[in-house]
Every structure is written in C-alpha cells, then in structure tokens.
C-alpha cells in the first residue's frame, strides 16, 4: 500500500513506470466509451472516497471516470455534506471510519497538513488531489500530455509563467525528478514555495527563477501558467494580479518560445488575465488534451498505490 502525496516521495524509477504505465493502458484502451471498464477491471470490488474541501471539474469527473475504467467504484464526499472540516469530528476518527469503508481515498483540501494528518491514521492509500502545497496528480498528467506530443521530457525546457503557485511548487519536484529544466518567471513576492526550490537545489535540479517572462520562454519547448488568484489565496486579489500583469502568456511572449513549442493551462482558466484567448484557443495549445489525460495519468496512479 502506497500513498501519492508529493511527487519528491516517489523515485525516479516508480514516477517513470507510471508515466509508461498511463501510455500503455491508454493506448491499449482505444476509443472505448468512457465508463467501459479494461478488459483487466484491477480495481474489480474496490472503492474510491473522494473528499472536495474545494471546487472541482477535472478532478472530480476524471478520478470518478479513472475508478471506473479500472472497473471500481466511487463516492464523493463535499466538505459541507459530512462530518468534516466543522470541528464536529476529527480528521483522526473520520480516517478511522473511511479506512473501513473503502479501499483507497482522495482529497483535496485547503491544508496540506490535512493530508499528513489524514495518512496518519488511515489504512488504506490516500492521494492528493490538491491542497496549498502542491497538484501533483496534475503535474503527471501534464508530463504525460507532454510526452505524447514531444517525446521525453529529460533534458527539455518548460517555462512557467506567472503565480509561483501549488501546481508549481509541484512542477519543481517533477523537474528535479524527470530531469528537465524548468524556468520559472514571477514577481519576486510571489515565488514557489522555498523548501521546495531549496530541495530542487540540493538534487541539481535545472531551474532557474527569474522575474523577467522574456528570458523564461526563450528556447522553452512548453510554456505553462495558471490563475494568478488560486482557491486557496487569501492576501489581496487586486494587489496580487497587478504585479502579474507583465506575466501575461500572448502571442508576444509565445513569438520569444520556440516556435514549435506548446502551451499548458491546467484549468480552470481566467482568460485575458494570464493567458489572452487567443492563445488559449490557439493552435500551440493543448489543454484539452491536458484535461483529458487526468483520467489515464490518475488510472496508473491508483494502480501504483495498490502495489
Ligand atoms: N486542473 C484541475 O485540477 O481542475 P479542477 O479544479 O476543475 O479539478
Ligand atoms: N492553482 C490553482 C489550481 C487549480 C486546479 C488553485 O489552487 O486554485
């Protein structure tokens, strides 16, 4: 039993034969409707709980579509439907209860220590389906999107432009990891978490921080932002998004990436703020695929977390 929290807790071997896994159940797969379970069914009789703390589209649908093509089955828990998150139980006695009732389960939540708090006591696999801290289950699926299309991330260029937010706190593991160089570009107020980038530095990982978008996409095969205001942001919005505003991902700054280079948007987007529409719905764009290989990355997630 494992459980898939940060992307830096996995070695380079298991977060590769989880990439390659994803490839081969995929294409394996075909066009089979979307509920129509693998011939194989590994999850056959087992249960997904999944807590939301917070909004969600993609990861909701993905992971309820990802349990039923491994032939399981899913429940969903939001925050204000059960006894959680209103002091009326502990994180300890609900993880103590779910562990009897499922086989594995996901959260997504405000805390990152939630999920520590969480894995603390319960028995079956626990998977982060965001928190504060990071997104990794999206950070693989955007590997995996990226590797369709470009081949090996090893030794490539991804910029990241904008928020120095969760999803890239979790793209600095992964860079560490996968070994590519990432190029950060933020206002200096609003850089990735500093344990992360000084454990990224003590693994020699490729990754430069900077506040200048020109220099990050130059020669980037991939430039990715997201929202510059996230779920769980609490300082001031109008302050934060006026000193991203020369973080914008346009045509402008793309014309400075290679031109066969791609652009990444986990979702949900605000368009004209980090990214124009044009761009979004551009040729160069690939977030739909993003949003579709949630489900095949997720798939070899949880079969991971059974091994
Ligand atoms: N990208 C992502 O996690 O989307 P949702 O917030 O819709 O789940
Ligand atoms: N950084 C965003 C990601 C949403 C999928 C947030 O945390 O709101």
Same mark, same amino acid.
């Given at each position: 039993m494992k459980n898939f929290i940060n992307i830096s807790d996995l070695s380079r071997d298991e977060?590769?034969?989880i990439i390659d896994k994803a490839k081969k159940r995929k294409s394996e797969r075909g066009k089979k409707p979307h509920s129509q379970p693998d011939e194989d069914q590994p999850l056959n009789g087992k249960t997904m709980i999944m807590i939301f703390e917070k909004t969600s589209t993609r990861t909701r649908?993905?992971? !309820?579509?990802?349990?039923?093509q491994l032939g399981g089955s899913s429940i969903i828990l939001n925050q204000d439907e059960f006894h959680y998150g209103k002091g009326d139980e502990t994180i300890k006695d609900t993880a103590k209860v779910l562990s009897q009732y499922a086989d594995i389960l996901m959260i997504r939540t405000d805390l990152h220590k939630n999920v520590d708090e969480f894995k603390k006591y319960l028995e079956i696999p626990i998977i982060n389906g965001l928190t504060d801290k990071g997104h990794p289950c999206q950070v693989m699926s955007d590997i995996l999107t990226f590797e369709e299309l470009k081949g090996e991330i090893k030794g490539k260029t991804i910029a990241w432009i904008g928020d120095g937010n969760n999803v890239a706190n979790s793209f600095i593991e992964a860079a560490t990891s996968f070994e590519f160089k990432l190029n950060i570009a933020c206002p200096k107020k609003y850089?990735?978490?500093?344990?992360i980038i000084n454990f990224a530095k003590k693994n020699k990982c490729k990754l430069l921080i900077t506040d200048?978008?020109?220099k990050a996409v130059e020669g980037a095969d991939c430039i990715m932002t997201d929202k510059w205001i996230s779920m769980s942001d609490k300082g001031n919005k109008n302050t934060k998004k006026k000193a991203l505003r020369?973080?914008?991902?346009?045509?402008?700054?793309?014309?400075?990436?290679?031109? !066969?280079s791609i652009f990444m948007h986990c979702l949900p987007a605000?368009? !004209?703020e980090e990214v124009t529409s044009d761009i979004m719905d551009g040729k160069q764009s690939?977030?739909?695929l993003q949003a579709f290989n949630r489900i095949h990355a997720q798939k070899?997630?949880?079969e991971w977390c059974f091994k």
């Amino acid at each position: 039993m494992k459980n898939f929290i940060n992307i830096s807790d996995l070695s380079r071997d298991e977060l590769r034969s989880i990439i390659d896994k994803a490839k081969k159940r995929k294409s394996e797969r075909g066009k089979k409707p979307h509920s129509q379970p693998d011939e194989d069914q590994p999850l056959n009789g087992k249960t997904m709980i999944m807590i939301f703390e917070k909004t969600s589209t993609r990861t909701r649908i993905s992971f !309820d579509l990802a349990v039923k093509q491994l032939g399981g089955s899913s429940i969903i828990l939001n925050q204000d439907e059960f006894h959680y998150g209103k002091g009326d139980e502990t994180i300890k006695d609900t993880a103590k209860v779910l562990s009897q009732y499922a086989d594995i389960l996901m959260i997504r939540t405000d805390l990152h220590k939630n999920v520590d708090e969480f894995k603390k006591y319960l028995e079956i696999p626990i998977i982060n389906g965001l928190t504060d801290k990071g997104h990794p289950c999206q950070v693989m699926s955007d590997i995996l999107t990226f590797e369709e299309l470009k081949g090996e991330i090893k030794g490539k260029t991804i910029a990241w432009i904008g928020d120095g937010n969760n999803v890239a706190n979790s793209f600095i593991e992964a860079a560490t990891s996968f070994e590519f160089k990432l190029n950060i570009a933020c206002p200096k107020k609003y850089q990735p978490d500093k344990k992360i980038i000084n454990f990224a530095k003590k693994n020699k990982c490729k990754l430069l921080i900077t506040d200048n978008p020109l220099k990050a996409v130059e020669g980037a095969d991939c430039i990715m932002t997201d929202k510059w205001i996230s779920m769980s942001d609490k300082g001031n919005k109008n302050t934060k998004k006026k000193a991203l505003r020369k973080f914008q991902v346009n045509k402008k700054l793309m014309s400075y990436a290679k031109p !066969d280079s791609i652009f990444m948007h986990c979702l949900p987007a605000s368009r !004209d703020e980090e990214v124009t529409s044009d761009i979004m719905d551009g040729k160069q764009s690939v977030v739909w695929l993003q949003a579709f290989n949630r489900i095949h990355a997720q798939k070899s997630i949880i079969e991971w977390c059974f091994k």
